[in-house]
C-alpha cells in the first residue's frame, strides 16, 4: 500500500493547488499532532491545505472540525502567516517538496513543507533566513537552525529530466538493477521506477550496467512523458483498489496497475484527500486513543509469552506420551530394571535405593512398572491441561484486545463524524425520481401520489411531454423539453414510467405506455366530477409506445454518486452497475446485495437506504458490470 506521495503526485498537487488557492487569503493556521491545516478564504469559497508530516498535502473543501489549543510552533506560524495573500505554490527542484509564498503586512513569507525523513515544516523570512520549524535537524547534508539561510535538501544522484549523459554515467557505475537504479540515482519512488521500466519495454531486473544505450534513451523518454503529462496538464487522477482496499493513487493511469480495480477522480486532490482520509482521522484520533494503544501492546506481549508457553507444555506433552507408550510396550524390561537387572530401555531413566527418576519424573520405591507408566501419562496429562489453561487464557486476552479495538473504532467514527463537509446543494429535480436520457434531457417523476401533483401543477411546462403506465397507479414522468427530443430520448422516458409503475410489482415484463404534450394534461375535471390527488385528465390523442420494465443503478464516473434509469441511459455513464427486472427477491435484500457487489467492486459502500429509495419493487438482477 503507497503511503507517501512521490515527486510527480507532488508536481500534479502544486499544479492543481496553484488554481485552487492562488490570491486567497490565510484564515487561520491549526497545528494538530502531525497534521499542518491552513484555512484558506477566497471570494468564492473556503479551502483547506492539509499536510501530514512526510506522508502527503492536499487541498479540501472539509473541515477537519476539531481545532485545539495552539502549540508554541501554531502560534508563530499565526503571528507571520495568518492573513496573509498566497502569492505563489511551488516544487523546488523537482523533488518532494512544497514552498508556499506568502504576501503579508510584514514582507513575503515562505512556508517549505518538506516530505523527505519524515517530513518537515519550516517557516522562512523574507532573506529566506529560518524563522521557526517543526523540528529543528542537523544532517551531514541538510541543517534546519534558527536564524540561519535555509538550503533545500540535496537530491538524491540527479533529476529524472536530466540529459542523457547523465543517465549513462550512472547506468554504466551502477551494480543494481534497472529498477533500483531509477529509484536511487533519479529520484524516482518505486512505484515510478517500475513505471517507467514499464513503459519503455526494458525488464526491471535487468542489471543496470549491461544496457544498450537505446535502451536506456527509452528509460529516459518514458521519465520525462510522465513529467510531461503533468506538466501540460494531462491529467487522469485514478485510485487503484486492491482486495477492496485502497492501494496506490496517481495523477496519470499507471501500465504496472492495469489488473486492479480503478476509480477515476476529476480532481488530484479531492483524489488524495479521500486515498488518505482514514490516516487523518486516525492522526486527529491518536492522543484519544493511545491510552488503549498501550494496553493492547501489554495484551499482545501476554499473548506472545502464552502461545510460547502453550506450544512448549503441548511439546512436552507429546514426547512423554511418546515415551510412556515406548515405556507400556516394554513392561518387562522395565520390571527387570527394577529388580536390579541391567537392560536397554529407550528412556532417560536413573534408579537408586529410594527413587526411580523416568523422564525427569520421580517416583518414589518401592514401585511397579505400570506405577511408572502410569505417572508417565499423568505427568503428560498436566502439560496437556496447562496448555489448554493457556488457550483459554489466550482467547480472554484476545477478547479483550477486541473490545479495545471497539472503543478505538467509536473514537475514529466520532473524529470522522466531527469534520465538517460543505453542504451539498440539492438540484430542483433530485426531490423527485430522475435521469437523464442518453441524449442529455432531464427525466423527472414523482414518488408517490402528492410528488406526482406537484410534477405536473409546478413543472410540466409548454415543450415537455408528459408519461403516465396504461395502468393505475404510477409516476408520473415528464420529459422536459421532450418536443425537441429524438426517439431514444422518448423510448427511455417510456422506460423509466413502466418501471415506476404498479407494473412492476405486478411482475410484468413489459407494458403499454403513453405519452401526450404538456398542454393536453388538466386538473380540471368534467362537469360534475371529481379527480383524486394526483390524477389527471387526458385530453385528445395519446401516443402509446411498449416499455420493458428494467432498470439500471450504477456509481457514476466521475462523482461516484448513485444513478439509476433505463440501461441504455445509465451503464455508459457508470464505473459499475447492476440491471434489475420485476422477480421475487425483496427489495430490501436486492439493496444489501448491490451494496456489495459495488463495495467489492470499487471499495465505496453504498448507504442501503439510498438504493431502497429507488428499487421499484421486488427485483431479480439480471446484469453486473
Known amino acids: 500500500m503507497k503511503r507517501e506521495m512521490n515527486i510527480l503526485d507532488v508536481a500534479a498537487f502544486v499544479r492543481e493547488a496553484r488554481s485552487l488557492v492562488q490570491g486567497g487569503r490565510i484564515a487561520n493556521v491549526y497545528h494538530l499532532g502531525d497534521i499542518l491545516l491552513l484555512k484558506i478564504k477566497s471570494r468564492e469559497q473556503t479551502l483547506f491545505i492539509i499536510y501530514k508530516l512526510g506522508s502527503f498535502i492536499t487541498v479540501s473543501e472539509e473541515d477537519l472540525g476539531e481545532k485545539r489549543e495552539p502549540t508554541a510552533f501554531c502560534k508563530i506560524l499565526r503571528k507571520y502567516l495568518r492573513g496573509g495573500i498566497i502569492k505563489d505554490i511551488f516544487q523546488p527542484q523537482l523533488d518532494r517538496i512544497i514552498e508556499v509564498k506568502v504576501s503579508s503586512r510584514a514582507g513575503d513569507q515562505y512556508l517549505v513543507l518538506e516530505l523527505m525523513r519524515g517530513g518537515n515544516i519550516i517557516l522562512l523570512d523574507s532573506a529566506r533566513r529560518v524563522v521557526s520549524a517543526h523540528c529543528f535537524v542537523e544532517y551531514r547534508d541538510h541543517v534546519v537552525k534558527?536564524?540561519?539561510?535555509?538550503?533545500?535538501?540535496?537530491?538524491?544522484?540527479?533529476?529524472?529530466?536530466?540529459?542523457?549523459?547523465?543517465?549513462?554515467?550512472?547506468?554504466?557505475?551502477?551494480?543494481?538493477?534497472?529498477v533500483r537504479t531509477l529509484a536511487r540515482y533519479f529520484n524516482l519512488s518505486g512505484e515510478l521506477a517500475e513505471e517507467v521500466c514499464a513503459r519503455a519495454g526494458v525488464p526491471k531486473n535487468s542489471k543496470?550496467?549491461?544496457?544498450?544505450?537505446?535502451?536506456?534513451?527509452?528509460?529516459?523518454?518514458?521519465?520525462?512523458?510522465?513529467?510531461?503529462?503533468?506538466?501540460?496538464?494531462s491529467l487522469d487522477p485514478t485510485l487503484y483498489i486492491k482486495d477492496s482496499n485502497y492501494y496506490s493513487f496517481s495523477p496519470i493511469d499507471l501500465t504496472i496497475y492495469r489488473d486492479l480495480v480503478k476509480r477515476k477522480y476529476?480532481?488530484?486532490?479531492?483524489?488524495?484527500?479521500?486515498?488518505?482520509?482514514?490516516?487523518?482521522?486516525e492522526s486527529l484520533s491518536k492522543d484519544k486513543y493511545s491510552e488503549f494503544e498501550e494496553k493492547k501492546m501489554k495484551l499482545e506481549a501476554s499473548i506472545r509469552k502464552l502461545e510460547e508457553a502453550v506450544k512448549e507444555n503441548e511439546e512436552k506433552a507429546r514426547l512423554l506420551k511418546e515415551k510412556g507408550h515406548i515405556l507400556l510396550s516394554n513392561m518387562h524390561l522395565l520390571e527387570?530394571?527394577?529388580?536390579?537387572?541391567?537392560?536397554?530401555?529407550?528412556?532417560?531413566?536413573?534408579?537408586?535405593?529410594?527413587?526411580?527418576?523416568?523422564?525427569?519424573?520421580?517416583?518414589?520405591l518401592p514401585t511397579t512398572a505400570g506405577k511408572i507408566v502410569e505417572k508417565v501419562f499423568e505427568k503428560a496429562k498436566e502439560y496437556e491441561r496447562?496448555?489448554?489453561?493457556?488457550?483459554?487464557?489466550?482467547?480472554?486476552?484476545?477478547k479483550k484486545i477486541e473490545e479495545l479495538e471497539s472503543k478505538k473504532t467509536l473514537i475514529l467514527e466520532k473524529t470522522l463524524s466531527s469534520i465538517k463537509k460543505p453542504e451539498a446543494k440539492e438540484k430542483w429535480f433530485e426531490q423527485f425520481l430522475w435521469f437523464y436520457t442518453s441524449e442529455g434531457f432531464l427525466v423527472i417523476g414523482g414518488k408517490t401520489a402528492a410528488q406526482n401533483e406537484v410534477v405536473v401543477k409546478k413543472y410540466l411546462k409548454p415543450g415537455d411531454l408528459f408519461f403516465h403506465?396504461?395502468?393505475?397507479?404510477?409516476?408520473?414522468?415528464?420529459?422536459?423539453?421532450?418536443?425537441?427530443?429524438?426517439?431514444?430520448?422518448?423510448?427511455?422516458?417510456?422506460?423509466?414510467?413502466?418501471?415506476?409503475?404498479?407494473?412492476?410489482?405486478?411482475?410484468?415484463?413489459?407494458?403499454?405506455?403513453?405519452?401526450?404534450k404538456a398542454d393536453q394534461v388538466s386538473k380540471t375535471p368534467p362537469s360534475g366530477e371529481y379527480l383524486t390527488k394526483?390524477?389527471?385528465?387526458?385530453?385528445?390523442?395519446?401516443?402509446?409506445?411498449?416499455?420493458?420494465?428494467?432498470?439500471?443503478i450504477g456509481l457514476r464516473k466521475n462523482d461516484y454518486k448513485v444513478i439509476y434509469g433505463p440501461p441504455s441511459a445509465i451503464l455508459e455513464k457508470s464505473l459499475c452497475y447492476v440491471v434489475l427486472v420485476p422477480g421475487r427477491i425483496d427489495k430490501n435484500l436486492?439493496?444489501?446485495?448491490?451494496?456489495?457487489?459495488?463495495?467489492?467492486?470499487?471499495?465505496?459502500?453504498?448507504?442501503?437506504?439510498?438504493?431502497?429509495?429507488?428499487?421499484?419493487?421486488?427485483?431479480?438482477?439480471?446484469?453486473?458490470?
Open 146 to 178: 534558527p536564524n540561519t539561510a535555509y538550503t533545500y535538501p540535496p537530491v538524491r544522484g540527479t533529476r529524472p529530466d536530466s540529459s542523457l549523459d547523465d543517465y549513462l554515467k550512472y547506468f554504466s557505475e551502477s551494480n543494481s538493477d534497472v
Open 208 to 233: 543496470a550496467s549491461s544496457l544498450q544505450v537505446k535502451e536506456i534513451e527509452k528509460l529516459r523518454e518514458a521519465a520525462l512523458d510522465l513529467l510531461s503529462r503533468v506538466a501540460e496538464n
Open 266 to 281: 476529476s480532481s488530484f486532490c479531492q483524489l488524495v484527500y479521500e486515498y488518505f482520509k482514514k490516516t487523518v482521522v
Open 336 to 364: 527387570k530394571l527394577l529388580q536390579g537387572e541391567k537392560v536397554d530401555l529407550p528412556a532417560a531413566i536413573k534408579l537408586n535405593s529410594r527413587k526411580v527418576i523416568v523422564e525427569g519424573i520421580e517416583v518414589p
Open 386 to 398: 496447562k496448555a489448554s489453561v493457556g488457550r483459554e487464557k489466550i482467547k480472554e486476552l484476545l
Open 469 to 516: 403506465a396504461d395502468i393505475h397507479g404510477g409516476s408520473a414522468v415528464v420529459l422536459k423539453e421532450g418536443e425537441k427530443a429524438g426517439t431514444q430520448s422518448i423510448q427511455e422516458a417510456a422506460i423509466f414510467a413502466a418501471s415506476y409503475s404498479r407494473a412492476w410489482t405486478a411482475g410484468f415484463s413489459s407494458i403499454d405506455v403513453y405519452y401526450v
Open 534 to 552: 394526483g390524477a389527471f385528465m387526458i385530453r385528445g390523442k395519446r401516443n402509446y409506445i411498449k416499455a420493458e420494465l428494467k432498470l439500471a
Open 590 to 625: 436486492i439493496s444489501k446485495k448491490i451494496q456489495l457487489f459495488f463495495y467489492k467492486r470499487t471499495g465505496i459502500k453504498v448507504n442501503t437506504n439510498s438504493l431502497l429509495k429507488i428499487i421499484p419493487g421486488p427485483s431479480t438482477i439480471i446484469l453486473r458490470g
